[in-house]
């Protein structure tokens, strides 16, 4: 998927021959899934079917499951989050669902460490991270300050769910705005959302982003998100139910 993954693991098990398993498991999945979707890779179906090669009825099963979920998305989203590339001169739309598959992708493969009973862990893919914790024990998910990825603006403590950032500290100007088919274009220099799912906070943070000045309100597609803007100056806004003690770091 073109980005760094770990796996942090933690309890009496985090060494035993099950956990490694599963983390191997895990990283065995994600490369699959990359195989399948990278519209980077040149027999990837994603390629394939911009290309006009396969059509949808020729496809993967879970090809199709991804392309329903980019439509739930959108409609989720009010259009903020589209999987349909504008303006491109290709079949079927230009479709990239990249947006949607890391989330979703983390989501699917982190049940392999929930197999592992008693494991606490912490599987970060990009920046975006996954958290389960039995031993009711926290991990802190640090929020990288847009200006200078050496530094932590914010942080947010979970026992259990994810946190997604959005932004264009990492990519440059990547996102697009489905209402303009240009670039977003925001004072805001990321947007980080947290919840109960990656695949949902990672779609959330995107449309949040490309909202511009009205993403607070983007949360509110979904009972249980709370958001983190943080502006080109480095001032920080929170939702009402963003934990407001462990908001800003230093």
């Not at 985090?14 to 699959?32: K, P, Y």
């Not at 982190?110 to 958290?131: E, F, I, K, P, S």
């Not at 403590?157 to 925001?186: I, K, Q």
């Not at 947290?194 to 943070?205: K, M």
Request: with cysteine.
């Amino acid at each position: 998927m073109g980005l760094p993954v770990s796996v942090l693991a933690r309890g009496e098990r985090a060494e035993s021959e099950r956990a490694d398993a599963a983390v191997r498991a895990v990283f065995a999945e994600l490369v699959e899934v990359d195989r399948v979707f990278s519209p980077y890779k040149p027999d990837s179906a994603v390629s394939r079917l911009a290309r006009g090669e396969v059509g949808w009825d020729e496809v993967d099963p879970v090809v199709r499951e991804v392309a329903e979920r980019c439509v739930r998305a959108r409609d989720l989203t009010g259009g903020l989050f589209d999987a349909q590339l504008p303006d491109a001169q290709l079949p079927d739309g230009g479709w990239d669902p990249s947006g949607l598959v890391k989330g979703w992708a983390v989501e699917r493969a982190g049940a392999q460490l929930r197999a592992v009973a008693d494991l606490d862990w912490c599987l970060n893919a990009g920046g975006d991270v996954l958290v389960v914790c039995p031993s009711g024990r926290p991990f802190t998910v640090g929020i990288q300050d847009p200006r200078d990825p050496g530094r932590v603006l914010a942080s947010v403590a979970r026992t259990e769910g994810a946190v997604a950032t959005s932004g264009t500290a990492a990519r440059g100007a990547h996102l697009y705005d489905p209402r303009t088919g240009g670039p977003a274009v925001t004072r805001w220099a990321s947007v980080s959302v947290s919840g109960p799912s990656l695949e949902y906070a990672d779609i959330l943070a995107t449309a949040a982003f490309v909202a511009g000045e009205d993403w607070p309100a983007v949360l509110a597609a979904l009972p249980g998100y709370e958001g983190l803007g943080i502006l080109a100056d480095g001032n920080l806004f929170a939702t009402a139910g963003w934990p407001s003690s462990e908001a800003v770091a230093g």
